[in-house]
């Protein structure tokens, strides 16, 4: 005979199961909601800055090839420490450190045509500076009339949130180191020859580097031989931020 705390055992089974199937759905949809809210916000790898009077954009690192992301690799080189050695080619720019390391930069790089090599010195920094246009930038692009006097500070400033101002021989080339409000072109052959990193890349270089460092932009045939050094020392990438 069943006793009655056995009968009521028997009953309470199903109802118990029942209880415990739906408490264990609702946990996996509270998981599963979990998890697909995570997947779905990914902070950006360079965030939103105020910088001054102005405000720079953040910047989704997706639109970025990973390689060309900020990051610290070996760097075999006969250059000192505090040089700054840009492969046009390859489109990096190294800040050369102690210990056999570099930080390395994405950059973008003159057109075809537009391309230079040799060895400057920095001799000026600006932060958020004026943009004028040389004249044979205007006889090509006849529009850059209205900047003859120069453009005055700001995002949609050619040159970025900052510049540096290559100088050979104690004479201006021209050509800088600065800033960009056109994150896609990063990688990529398309300034009239001067160099050009992410506006967030450009302010942390620039606080890295004192007026009088060297720059030295390699030749093709250099690059070649750069390229196959860095790939035999290269180290895990680590990112800084």
Known sequence: MTSPLAALRAAAHPCLRALCAAGMTLLLAACNQATLQQASYAPPQFPALTDSAFKIPAIDAGTIDPKYLKQRVRFATRHTPGTIVVDPYARF??????????????????????????????????????????????????????YRAGMGAGIENPLGARALYLFQNGKDTLYRIHGTNEPESIGKN?????????????????????????????????????SSIEANLRTKAEVSR
Do not use: H
């Open 93 to 146: 720019l190294y800040l050369v450190q102690e210990g056999g390391l570099a930080m390395r930069y994405g950059v973008g790089v003159g057109r075809d045509g537009f391309g230079w090599s040799g060895t400057a010195d920095i001799r000026r920094k600006a932060q958020w500076p004026t943009w004028t246009p040389p004249s044979s930038m205007i006889a090509r692009q006849p529009e850059l009339k209205k």
């Open 190 to 226: 398309v300034s009239s020859g001067c160099i050009r990193l992410l506006n967030q890349d450009v302010i942390d270089l620039f606080d890295r580097v004192p007026v009088g460092s060297r720059v030295v932009v390699l030749s093709e045939q250099e690059s070649r031989g750069t």
